[in-house]
């Protein structure tokens, strides 16, 4: 399988102003080559949230879109750390370690995680100290 | 019904993006905690919040809300009316809490 359509994107932490710039991006360019408004929404949701991660929870990162001649849909979220101690805990809805600033704005619900792994079709995630990768496909019906 | 008519009947302030008032309100969902809102909120709903900052606005256009009503007096940053603006998502003021917003469009059978 061959990309037909790449992005590569960064996001710097704590840049709370501009969050939301990329997912937004991602949803237009793929709308533009008529990927289905239902499609469109569960990736709006699970980029949003991996998005925001990685300016409340990590040290920024980068962003990777790759569209396949097969009809898949890639999206990879690479950070360079500190990493997610305890990752269980991380992907049960409800349990947050937000800042009381990312709280004040509404971040750190708790459902960040469990939001993203319920609206992708595929869900990897590897963390250490090194950094988190989570790496989501879509399928285009 | 769309925003326009929701202005009209409701006497609420249209604070940003008034060139957008065509947009259908398909319904309404409350909520502060934003992944919340991003993973229960639908399409053409309005958004009842007291969030007034620039991620509300970041919301809204993934969620494809019709708009955002703004409860409780929350006082709006120029820079969120500028990105309101930008999006062409429309802000309105209620001037009153949630629940009575949230009353208020019940009572339009929204």
């Known amino acids: 399988m061959n990309s037909i359509l790449h992005k590569d994107y960064t996001v710097v932490r704590d840049d709370y102003a501009r969050a939301g710039k990329v997912s937004s991006d991602i949803k237009a360019t793929l709308s533009t080559i008529g990927i289905p ?3 469109l929404r569960n990736i709006a949701v699970a980029s949003y949230e991996s998005e925001i ?3 409340i929870h990590a040290w920024g990162g980068d962003i990777t879109m790759d569209v396949f001649d097969n009809g898949t ?3 990879v979220f690479k ?3 500190p990493g997610i101690p305890d990752l269980e805990k991380a ?3 409800g349990w947050s370690t937000a800042s009381d600033e990312a709280r004040n704005m509404g971040f750190g619900a708790g459902m960040g995680l469990p939001n993203i792994k319920r609206v992708s079709d595929t869900f990897d995630i590897e963390t250490s100290e090194k950094g988190t990768t989570i790496t989501l496909g879509f399928t285009v019906a | 019904m769309n925003v326009q008519e929701l202005i009209e009947k409701t006497g609420w ?5 008034k060139e957008h008032l065509d947009r259908t309100v398909g319904g ?3 909520g502060d ?7 229960n909120g639908e399409p053409e709903q309005a958004w009842i919040t007291v969030q007034v900052h620039m991620n509300v606005i970041a919301v809204a256009v993934l969620r494809e809300f019709s708009c955002i009503v703004i409860a409780d007096n929350a006082s709006v940053p120029e820079e969120v009316l500028a990105r309101a603006e930008e999006e062409g998502i429309p802000l309105l003021e209620s001037g009153i809490p949630v629940f009575e917003t949230a009353k208020k469009l019940v009572e339009l059978g929204i």
């Open chain 1, 37 to 39: 408004p239902s499609v």
């Open chain 1, 53 to 55: 991660n990685m300016i």
């Open chain 1, 73 to 75: 849909i890639t999206l």
């Open chain 1, 79 to 81: 950070d360079p750390g």
């Open chain 1, 91 to 93: 992907m049960t809805p």
């Open chain 2, 13 to 17: 302030t249209c604070i940003a993006a």
């Open chain 2, 28 to 30: 309404a969902y409350c």
């Open chain 2, 33 to 39: 905690l934003l992944s919340w809102v991003m993973g």
